[in-house]
DNA sequence: CGGCTGATTGATTGTGCTCAATCAGTGTGG
DNA sequence: CCACACTGATTGAGCACAATCAATCAGCCG
């Protein structure tokens, strides 16, 4: 089940694990590494209160992380593409607060947190690394927290999709069409709107000639509008 | 003006670094930290776009964190009081992407990263410790975006109420009775309102005696009440 | 087919924002 | 010393954006 391939024939390799390490050190970070598991959509990674034993790479598919409160409401927290990391909650509990469940056939690179841990006392330049991821994901973090409290639904929408065209294009692939990998409910989630709104913005924009949209394929027509709409410092990239 | 006192005989290690190290790395470990910088209300830890050498405790006071649009409007992205680590966001870009300003009169400890990371790969309780604040971090983030996008004005003054009770008390200080540190228009900001709601929210509920409140002091006078209008889970303690 | 989920569109309502005025507290300068 | 300006907080009135309730439709699978 699990291929044999090193991190090195991974393409993803440069978003994943962008390390200047010695050949020997990669030899070992790429010992600790489970990889391809097979995902199918609905299927869960993990589920919040489950023992945190690893961190995992996507390398393909899409998956989100989401918790649900004792009323039994949920809120989707993020949503991975491959060549993110996935499961870094949870390392402060040894239990992980939330749950991460597949948007779609898709496999993941399990990583062991202890092992990482011990590694990167090793190889400094690891711990950083991982330092580092940490740290971008609470800056995204702060990001939503101004979308959400301070922006329109139209500014949430245009962000998102500004947001997955640019790690699509990270990927070296169309920053102007691609495909959702979430529900139209998902999206209303995480955002904090309802689905009704999320349903009639996607078409306002499109009688705005702004994009595209069948079911989930999305093509961006106008992407001047839309970062327009969007506030410029959600993206990693100017728009 | 940096006192020569050890984290040992500091009364918020506890909270700061609740670390099982020998007595030599501790000592390692209190030689990196620069102690005691004195702050004044308004000065500035360190402001966007400074580069990143260090994180920071809180050891007196109380700092706030934010970030400026492009279009000049705020965001408050975090409140820090005693025995709290703020700064950790930067790591990823060698620069700073919020700012921390003082709230009140403040005195922060100074942790070189590089230090901190280059002893954290001879001392791996720390590098776990640092890990782990992340990690406690980004799950905080989380709730918070559960609270604002989901939660009414009413469940997110409560919740942000019950969070600094809740810190407050595990300082050993009453848990019912605190000022607060900072300004109807950052609580405001911080929880995605306006300041009116805000002011409207206080007086309801000194109305329906949930609270006393003059000016910055609270007393919580229904607990119960005030738990039951926030949700739970944002709450590191049972209500 | 019938039942299901997911998406779209319409009509109505409501929570919280905006605009506006007032007031208290504080510091400033004549 | 007092008038003044300025900031922070409170209260009121009206409005707007997005939620809610409701119906319809498309696609999918048992």
């Known amino acids: ?3 044999r391939v090193s991190c090195n024939d991974c393409s993803l390799s440069p978003i994943c694990l962008p390390l200047a390490v010695r050949a020997d050190e990669l030899e070992q970070l ?5 990889r391809g598991r097979a ?3 609905g299927e869960h990674l993990y589920r919040a209160a489950d023992p945190f034993d690893s961190v995992y790479a996507v390398r393909s598919g899409a998956l989100k992380t989401y918790s649900v409160s004792e009323d ?3 809120q989707v927290t993020g949503f991975y593409l491959p060549g993110e990391i996935v499961g870094m909650d949870g390392i402060s509990t040894a239990h992980h607060v939330s749950s991460a469940k597949a948007l779609e056939t898709a496999t993941v690179c399990e990583i062991p947190f202890d092992r990482l841990e011990f590694l990167s006392t090793r190889i400094p330049s690891l711990q950083h690394h991982f330092f580092s991821l940490m740290s971008r994901e609470i800056q995204a973090d702060r990001e939503l927290h101004l979308l959400v409290s301070k922006k329109s639904a139209d500014d949430r929408i245009a ?5 997955i065209s640019a790690r699509h294009k990270l990927r070296g692939l169309s920053a102007s069409t691609f495909r959702l990998p979430m529900s139209r409910y998902d999206i209303a989630n995480y ?3 309802a689905v009704e709104t999320v349903s009639r913005t996607f078409t306002r924009f499109q009688q705005q000639h702004i994009l595209r949209v069948e079911g989930r394929e999305v093509e961006i027509l106008n992407r001047g509008a839309l970062c327009g709409a969007a506030p410029q410092e959600i993206l990693d990239q100017p728009c």
Do not use: F
């Open 1 to 3: 089940m699990t291929s």
């Open 30 to 34: 790429d010992s600790i590494i489970r």
């Open 39 to 41: 995902m199918k959509r």
């Open 72 to 74: 039994g409401e949920e």
């Open 159 to 163: 962000a998102l999709l500004l947001s």
């Open 191 to 193: 955002l904090g709107l």
